[in-house]
């Protein structure tokens, strides 16, 4: 079951009060970064999204695959997914 704050939209572009978050994440070989809307979180599971983050397979497979799991799980909303993966 997912909690109240899932549905909550926190930031929008194009919205009125745009707060952008800025930082810097240093990714090690082998780790990744995942940025998706919900329309990948509301036809995929989070343990599918980890067992496919995990996978050795490249960022642009990893987005195919997780795209692809989305839309064969119903994909009633747009899908949009980024994956950056450390390399040594």
Same mark, same amino acid.
């Given at each position: 079951?997912?909690?109240?704050?899932?549905?909550?939209?926190?930031?929008?572009?194009?919205?009125?009060?745009?707060? /952008? =978050?800025?930082?810097?994440?240093?990714?090690? /070989?082998?780790?990744? $970064?995942?940025?998706?809307?919900?329309?990948?979180?509301?036809?995929?599971? =989070?343990?599918?999204?980890?067992?496919?983050?995990?996978? /050795?397979?490249?960022?642009?497979?990893?987005?195919?695959? $997780?795209?692809?799991?989305?839309?064969?799980?119903?994909?009633?909303? =747009?899908?949009?997914?980024?994956?950056?993966?450390?390399?040594?």
């Amino acid at each position: 079951m997912r909690s109240r704050t899932a549905e909550t939209l926190a930031s929008a572009i194009g919205g009125s009060e745009l707060a /952008p =978050n800025i930082g810097l994440i240093d990714l090690e /070989p082998g780790d990744s $970064l995942m940025l998706c809307t919900d329309g990948l979180t509301k036809h995929v599971s =989070n343990e599918r999204i980890e067992e496919v983050l995990g996978l /050795p397979l490249g960022a642009r497979a990893m987005v195919e695959q $997780l795209v692809g799991d989305a839309l064969d799980g119903g994909g009633t909303d =747009n899908v949009s997914v980024i994956v950056a993966r450390g390399v040594a």
